[in-house]
């Protein structure tokens, strides 16, 4: 494996964690459709609402959209919002990643704002973690994250404007995606 193999990675996920919410996961489920029908983004394509929360370990509630699922998740034993790329997206690897990112947060705050939710739940928008979802072209391995960390840190600067930030690899097992968890601490753009 060459570090470079990982310079046109388009599969990604973007988690921003939240508080456990203290209301059922159902409570999402007509956000979610209502999001569908009223055409709520401009720049996302929101076509279904998918409910999986009586799965143990799965993605939840997920709302589908043509670029990227966004999955009110648990699977790694914190509640938040799982964003999973579906396509691929415009521009490199870092612009892919930095724009998952922007629709990540667009979601979170959107959510977060919405009357049936609001004061209820609170993204934590300092702190992301961001997986490599191709084995292929960054598997879990050293020499994958020295060809992926450079890609997060440069996406996540530019989705928050010029950011200070911190990255430590998630330690997983191999078998598990490559996994990078960021700290913002400082925002140029604030």
């Not at 209301?23 to 029908?37: K, T």
């Not at 961001?130 to 450079?150: H, K, M």
């Not at 996994?179 to 400082?186: F, G, S, Y």
């Amino acid at each position: 494996m060459t570090v470079a193999a990982v310079d046109d990675l388009q599969r990604v996920c973007v988690k921003i964690y939240a508080p456990e919410p203290d209301f059922d996961d159902q409570l999402y489920v007509p956000i979610f459709h209502d999001w569908v029908r009223e055409r709520v983004f401009d720049d996302l394509i929101l076509f279904d609402v998918a409910d999986y929360a009586h799965v143990p370990e799965s993605p939840g509630i997920v709302l589908v959209a043509h670029e990227a699922h966004f999955a009110l998740d648990r699977s790694d034993g914190r509640f938040g919002l799982l964003i999973q790329r579906r396509v691929s997206g415009e521009g490199d690897s870092v612009e892919s990643l930095a724009c998952l990112i922007r629709h990540g947060l667009e979601v979170a705050r959107r959510l977060e704002q919405d009357g049936r939710v609001e004061g209820k739940i609170a993204f934590d928008t300092s702190t992301l973690r961001i997986e490599a979802n191709d084995r292929l072209r960054a598997p879990n391995t050293d020499d994958g994250y020295r060809g992926f960390e450079p890609i997060v840190r440069a996406a996540v600067e530019r989705a928050f404007g010029g950011a200070e930030i911190t990255l430590a690899r998630v330690a997983n097992d191999a078998r598990d995606r490559l996994a990078a968890e960021v700290r913002i601490t400082a925002s140029v753009a604030s």
